[in-house]
């Protein structure tokens, strides 16, 4: 539980099924039952009491009676939903195993890039480390490499969707 809970409460009401926050008092310009959300910079939304800003995700689990983690996954990957379905607390570790696909990324799937060698190379990231799953004749059996260390690694279902 947050330190201003009862606070909190008092000022903001969470529907876990639409994952909004809604204002119950009226706060600066923002009118009485308004939704209580800024996108930040990050893509998370937040809220703003007491001139500091409040990671909406993380406040979901204050509203809903839980301890609030020190990570959490949005586990369809949406920055924005907040839904208590698509909330779950995380290590570090597990929150990085259910990564959207990076944008810098080229061959369209996590762990898998064009080597200069002429060959797809498959990697993964184990124990701090960067493995390298091997060089492949075919996109395909590299993907199918980056696959099975994702399966025997705890990756998640959505991960590099």
């Known amino acids: 539980m947050l330190k201003n809970q009862d606070y909190l409460e008092q000022l903001l009401s969470y529907d876990p099924g639409t994952g909004l926050f809604t204002w119950r008092v009226e706060q600066g310009s923002a009118k009485a039952g308004s939704v209580a959300a800024t ?7 937040v809220v703003m009491v007491n001139k500091k800003y409040q990671s909406l995700h993380r406040l979901a689990f204050a509203f809903m009676g839980q301890e609030v983690p020190d990570c959490v996954d949005h586990i369809n990957g949406d920055r924005t939903d907040n839904r208590w379905v698509n909330l779950r607390p995380v290590t570090a570790i597990e929150n990085a195993r259910n990564q959207r696909l990076h944008r810098t990324n080229s061959s369209g799937l996590p762990g898998v890039m ?18 390298t799953l091997g060089r492949h004749q075919t996109l395909l059996d590299a993907a199918a490499a980056r696959k099975s260390f994702e399966s025997q690694n705890g990756y998640h279902s959505n991960h590099g969707k």
């Open 114 to 131: 064009w080597d200069q060698r002429s060959r797809w190379r498959a990697y993964g990231y184990l124990g701090g480390r960067y493995i």
């Open 39 to 45: 996108k930040a910079t990050n893509g998370y939304l």
